[in-house]
């Protein structure tokens, strides 16, 4: 199995802030990564797939990076409606993984 | 567009069978060539796959259910299904189907969700 390990796995920071929140996979995963975003009562939405590939209709203010075993989410400029949770998820074992989380809350 | 409903019992007692169902609207499972699953999500906690099947009725399983699960699919109408046998308090969580943003592979991210459907387990 490959585990998936986020940190932090609380954020605070404030609107207009560049956030980076780091995803490890215990073991390489290639590019095989996504990252969703889930708030709360709702449903998880994904925002980038394969590493570093935006989701449709997803703002350009998301990026994703890394490979391998460490991966990367940014938000280049924190927005109010960025304040969710964050999980990473690989696909690249027999069975997919996920992060535990990471709470972006407000500073 | 796409949209995915998940419907089934809100409790469930313990040592029985959960079973859910998930209605696609929007487009067709048999002319898909998509994988859809289940994911979990016990409240306030994280996200765990359960499993998936394609439109052909090949599943594809969590080895940590193995001997649990089962997931089907009714292409005439348009649903795919969980049946989680023997469940313990530890099963209580938001249940999601979702839809594979990969083509034709077994794994991968998943790019449509339902709503969620809480089922809880007591006896």
């Known amino acids: 199995d490959i585990q998936m390990t986020q940190s932090p796995s609380t954020l605070s920071a404030s609107v207009g802030d560049r956030v980076t929140i780091t995803c490890r996979a215990s073991h390489s995963v290639s590019t095989w990564l996504a990252w969703y975003q889930q708030k709360p009562g709702k449903a998880p939405k994904v925002l980038i797939y394969k590493a570093s590939n935006l989701e449709s209709g997803v703002p350009s203010r998301f990026s994703g990076s890394g490979s391998g075993t460490e991966f990367t989410l940014t938000i280049s400029s924190l927005q109010p409606d960025d304040f969710a949770t964050y999980y990473c998820q690989q696909f690249y074992s027999s069975f997919p993984s996920f992060g535990q989380g990471t709470k972006v809350e407000i500073k | 567009q796409l949209q995915l409903q998940g419907s089934g019992p809100g409790l469930v007692k313990t040592s029985e069978t959960l079973s859910l169902t998930c209605t696609l609207s929007g487009g067709s499972l048999s002319s898909s060539s998509r994988y859809w699953g289940w994911i979990r999500q016990p409240p306030g906690k994280g996200l765990e796959w359960i499993g998936s099947?394609?439109?052909?009725?090949?599943?594809h399983y969590n080895s940590s259910f193995m001997s649990r699960v089962s997931v089907s699919i009714d292409t005439a109408k348009n649903q795919f299904s969980l049946r989680l046998s023997f469940v313990t308090a530890s099963d209580t969580a938001i249940y999601y189907c979702?839809?594979?943003?990969?083509?034709?592979?077994?794994?991968?991210?998943?790019?449509?969700w339902g709503q969620g459907t809480l089922v809880t387990v007591s006896s």
């Open positions: 099947i394609s439109y052909r009725g090949s599943p």
């Open positions: 979702a839809r594979h943003g990969l083509e034709l592979a077994s794994i991968s991210w998943f790019d449509t």
